[in-house]
């Protein structure tokens, strides 16, 4: 006869309560003592953190998240419809000029311009080689007045004529740029969307698609909050966005496939309780791909734009660092609890929970689960209340867990 734990757990009837004395004596008469066993309670939240022992209830708290998202979203959308968005010369058409400063400042640049109705015009000091170079940009002109403010530029400044670089931007290039980049956008949701439903499911693609259309309306929503400028570089970088939001949120659903063998009644384990765990498990290793992505973003942001002056470097860095941060938000708070959400909808994930509810819930296999990599059984959670530990916590320096011999029932007298 092979010895199962699942045998043993099923001696126990489901309905039988599990009363244990407040201390408990180990076989070879040695009390177990309580500070022992709340030696996972008692580490810092850091140190949970890392060995992910964590036990926070995200899918539980899932309407508090969606409703978050709902707000940043509607918010976004309101202001896309009321304010839109300041697209820059590349996408609307327009005439850039750019002079050496010489001791000209941007003030004095915007009162030499304003004359020639340019009050409007988007002005930047940029830092170059050769120095300090102010950056006008502004609407189509004809072809005197655009001598005109090339004249008044190179006065301004003390340069000669031929010094002021002049570049025209038709408005068909910018149109251009859109049409492709929403190409490329419908492509790569096809695409994985037919990656995710073949290497795990369908159901766990709608999760991701909702969440990129997530991060995408976010960040333009800030960008039209904010008034920053869009540009190419920002187009490029909503694009590599969506590549780091996918590679976050398959990180989660890979552990999520991977613990679904958790789910069962028996072992007192939900869909939701086993996409509890998962998160709780991947949650440092989330944290870790985000902040190693953050890093050379913001090493973009601050050295490359603010210290060194590129402008340009400043447009991508802004959208990376807007979509990194909502990015990893939408993987762990919206995409694997509306997964849960969806899969208990199914049939036998349903009557599952359903029976786990009826017997008061499954956060004692999850708190087992986080730390044993699976549920608790009716032993373990005995264990567990004889020694004031939590589900599925073990004592320091103990050896591997070899489950009793499961009792054979007879009838009558042993021969």
């Known amino acids: 006869m092979t010895d199962r734990t699942d045998d043993v757990a099923a001696e126990v009837p489901e309905d039988e ?110 830092e170059s080689d050769e120095g300090r170079v102010i950056r006008v940009e502004a609407e189509p002109l ?11 530029l190179a006065d301004l400044t003390g340069s000669d004529f031929d010094d002021v670089s002049l570049n025209e931007v038709g408005a068909s290039w910018g149109s251009e740029i859109t049409e492709k980049a929403v190409r490329a956008l419908v492509v790569f949701l096809v695409l994985v969307t037919i990656y995710i439903a073949l290497r795990f499911e369908l159901k766990m693609a709608i999760p991701t698609l909702v969440a990129l259309v997530h991060d995408v309306l976010i960040t333009v929503g800030v960008y039209s909050i904010t008034g920053l400028e869009v540009t190419p570089a920002t187009v490029i970088a909503l694009l590599t966005i969506l590549g780091y939001s996918i590679y976050d949120g398959i990180v989660v659903f890979d552990k999520v496939d991977e613990n679904t063998r958790l789910v069962s009644s028996t072992g007192g384990l939900s869909y939701g309780g086993m996409v509890n765990v998962s998160l709780n498990q991947a949650l440092m290793r989330s944290l870790n791909t985000t902040v190693t992505a953050l890093l050379p973003v913001l090493s973009l942001l601050v050295v490359g734009s603010w210290v060194l002056g590129a402008a ?53 296999a999850v708190a087992a689960a986080v730390t044993t990599g699976r549920p608790a059984t009716r032993a373990t959670v005995a264990a567990a209340s004889s020694t004031g530990a939590e589900p599925g916590a073990r004592p320091a320096g103990a050896g591997p867990v070899i489950p009793p011999r499961p009792r054979k029932k007879t009838r009558g007298a042993r021969r």
């Open 17 to 126: 309560p599990v009363d244990a004395p407040e201390d408990a004596t180990t076989e070879t008469g040695r009390r177990r003592s309580r500070p022992v066993a709340r030696t996972v309670a008692s580490r810092s939240i850091f140190t949970r953190l890392y060995h992910g022992e964590t036990n926070i209830d995200f899918v539980g708290r899932r309407r508090l998240w969606f409703t978050i998202s709902l707000v940043a979203v509607v918010i976004s959308l309101g202001s896309l419809v009321t304010r839109g968005l300041n697209l820059g010369i590349d996408f609307e058409g327009g005439v850039v000029w750019e002079v050496p400063a010489g001791d000209a400042s941007v003030g004095d640049t915007r009162d030499a311009v304003d004359q020639f109705g340019l009050a409007g015009a988007t002005i930047t000091e940029l």
């Open 142 to 152: 004809g072809a005197e007045r655009t001598d005109e403010v090339t004249t008044a």
């Open 312 to 364: 340009v470097l400043e447009e991508f860095a802004l959208a990376l660092l807007i979509g990194l941060f909502s990015g990893a938000y939408s993987s762990i708070f919206i995409a694997s609890p509306l997964l849960a959400w969806l899969k208990e909808r199914e049939p036998r994930y349903r009557d599952i929970k359903r029976r786990i509810d009826a017997r008061g819930g499954d956060a004692e």
